[in-house]
């Protein structure tokens, strides 16, 4: 459907499902494609799906269960498929979620279904003059797997040539220091060295005079043993502020929100109904540990 975009045809699927079709949701989700676009609203009631065109925002949206945001169209194309995990997506900041997870997250039982209902009409259009078979959908299917694994290599071996042409200082500088997170952590390790050396010249001091109270020395060495806790904590964080464990952590967010580990999440919304708050997971598909290739590339 040319004049359609992907988001519209499947939403538009989801609220012609035949009648003998149930579906495993009950709720309501907002969906939007586009931060500052309009709203669709699905309410999961008795099996069937309703599809509401809410605007951009209001109270209708606030009282959704949950709230899902793609940044584009193109990022929703991606989920829908497998291009993209949702756990990626939603570290890079390209999908959005508030409410409720497990709603969100049993949401995906509505593109599986909208989805089969697309191939099967799809599969009778006529592809020069006869109908499309089954092995002509696995051909295309097959040769849309293979152009996304040569465009991946493509784009892998571009980011590797890239990175091997920087000087060595700038590439340690992207894989250590080049995430805000990185730099935060790096900046704590250096003030708790500082904080411990202080206190360790502090105790000397203390401990050479003879006429200093024992519970002015304990304290000082209190003070020496917290501040080795302080840089032991940094250090930890300097390891956890990698980018690829930043994505390897939201995989496993998102793994305990669809197994039904948490319950339901407040949203810190905005004014228009939005869901800058709580990001966590769903969307369509789920991303399986993604790893992410080394900042410097």
Same mark, same amino acid.
């Given at each position: 459907?040319?004049?359609?975009?992907?988001?519209?045809?499947?939403?538009?699927?989801?609220?012609?499902?035949?009648?003998?079709?149930?579906?495993?949701?009950?709720?309501?989700?907002?969906?939007?494609?586009?931060?500052?676009?309009?709203?669709?609203?699905?309410?999961?009631?008795?099996?069937?799906?309703?599809?509401?065109? !809410?605007?951009?925002? +209001?109270?209708?949206?606030? =009282?959704?269960?949950?709230?899902?945001?793609? *940044? %584009? /169209? #193109?990022? &929703?194309?991606?989920?829908?498929?497998?291009?993209?995990?949702?756990?990626? !997506?939603?570290?890079? +900041?390209?999908?959005?979620? =508030?409410?409720?997870?497990?709603?969100?997250? *049993? %949401? /995906? #039982?509505? &593109?599986?279904?909208?989805?089969?209902?697309?191939?099967?009409?799809?599969?009778?259009?006529?592809? +020069?003059?006869?109908?499309?078979?089954?092995?002509?959908?696995?051909?295309?299917?097959?040769?849309?797997?293979?152009?996304?694994?040569?465009?991946?290599?493509?784009?892998?071996?571009?980011?590797?040539?890239?990175?091997?042409?920087?000087?060595?200082?700038?590439?340690?500088?992207?894989?250590?220091?080049?995430?805000?997170?990185?730099?935060?952590?790096?900046?704590?390790?250096?003030?708790?060295?500082?904080?411990?050396?202080?206190?360790?010249?502090?105790?000397?001091?203390?401990?050479?005079?003879?006429?200093?109270?024992?519970?002015?020395?304990?304290?000082?060495?209190?003070?020496?043993?917290?501040?080795?806790?302080?840089?032991?904590?940094?250090?930890?964080?300097?390891?956890?502020?990698?980018?690829?464990?930043?994505?390897?952590?939201?995989?496993?967010?998102?793994?305990?929100?669809?197994?039904?580990?948490?319950?339901?999440?407040?949203?810190?919304?905005?004014?228009?109904?939005?869901?800058?708050?709580?990001?966590?997971?769903?969307?369509?598909?789920?991303?399986?540990?993604?790893?992410?290739?080394?900042?410097?590339?």
């Amino acid at each position: 459907v040319p004049e359609q975009s992907l988001s519209d045809v499947v939403f538009s699927a989801m609220g012609r499902l035949p009648a003998d079709r149930k579906v495993d949701f009950e709720g309501s989700v907002a969906m939007r494609v586009g931060f500052k676009d309009s709203w669709v609203i699905l309410r999961g009631i008795g099996g069937s799906v309703i599809v509401d065109d !809410a605007g951009v925002g +209001g109270a209708s949206v606030k =009282a959704c269960d949950a709230r899902i945001s793609y *940044a %584009s /169209e #193109e990022v &929703f194309r991606l989920l829908m498929d497998d291009e993209l995990g949702s756990a990626r !997506a939603v570290a890079l +900041g390209k999908l959005r979620v =508030a409410g409720s997870m497990v709603k969100a997250s *049993a %949401s /995906e #039982e509505l &593109f599986v279904v909208a989805e089969a209902l697309i191939r099967e009409e799809l599969s009778w259009v006529n592809l +020069g003059g006869q109908p499309r078979s089954e092995l002509a959908r696995q051909e295309a299917e097959e040769a849309r797997c293979e152009e996304a694994i040569k465009r991946a290599a493509e784009e892998s071996q571009r980011r590797t040539e890239r990175a091997a042409a920087r000087p060595r200082v700038q590439r340690w500088a992207l894989r250590h220091v080049g995430t805000d997170a990185q730099v935060g952590a790096w900046l704590l390790v250096a003030g708790s060295m500082l904080y411990a050396f202080y206190c360790e010249q502090e105790t000397e001091v203390v401990s050479a005079q003879l006429l200093a109270p024992s519970m002015v020395l304990r304290a000082n060495q209190l003070y020496y043993a917290s501040s080795l806790l302080w840089l032991a904590g940094s250090g930890s964080l300097v390891h956890a502020s990698y980018p690829e464990r930043i994505l390897l952590l939201a995989t496993r967010a998102e793994q305990d929100a669809k197994s039904g580990r948490y319950g339901e999440v407040d949203g810190n919304d905005s004014g228009d109904g939005g869901d800058d708050g709580a990001s966590s997971t769903a969307s369509k598909k789920g991303g399986a540990d993604e790893k992410n290739s080394a900042a410097a590339v």
